[in-house]
Nanobody, 116 residues
Framework: QVQPVESGGGLVQAGDSLRLSCTAS????????VGWFRQAPGKEREHVAA??????STWYADSVKGRFTISKENNKVYLQMNTLKPEDTAVYYC???????????WGQGTQVTVSS
């Protein structure tokens, strides 16, 4: 089974950019939807972006549309985050599934902290 592994989190200032990576361990993303989620302390998990890996279609939450871009290359999925805001601070998770509303495999998460 495919296991997503995230990397690329860190501490940045407001207005900066950051790129997260999700690597497929033990399999391939080719037949899946790959999604990025985030969860801030005390808040519910939020689905922020998704990529239909084989066809390339994408989906974004309104909260990140125009600032975040999801892309793929060589069995990796990236989340390019531009013009970061303090409210983007969260643990970001990569997940793999077969439907936009059903994800079966989750990564361990990577922390993104945006200072004001």
């Amino acid at each position: 089974q495919v296991q997503p592994v995230e990397s690329g989190g860190g501490l940045v200032q407001a207005g900066d950019s950051l790129r997260l990576s999700c690597t497929a361990s033990g399999g391939t993303f080719s037949t899946y939807i790959v999604g990025w989620f985030r969860q801030a302390p005390g808040k519910e998990r939020e689905h922020v972006a998704a990529l239909y890996y084989s066809g390339g279609s994408t989906w974004y939450a309104d909260s990140v549309k125009g600032r975040f871009t999801i892309s793929k290359e060589n069995n990796k999925v990236y989340l390019q985050m531009n013009t970061l805001k303090p409210e983007d601070t969260a643990v970001y998770y990569c997940a793999v599934g077969i439907q936009l509303t059903q994800y079966d495999y989750w990564g361990q998460g990577t922390q993104v902290t945006v200072s004001s």
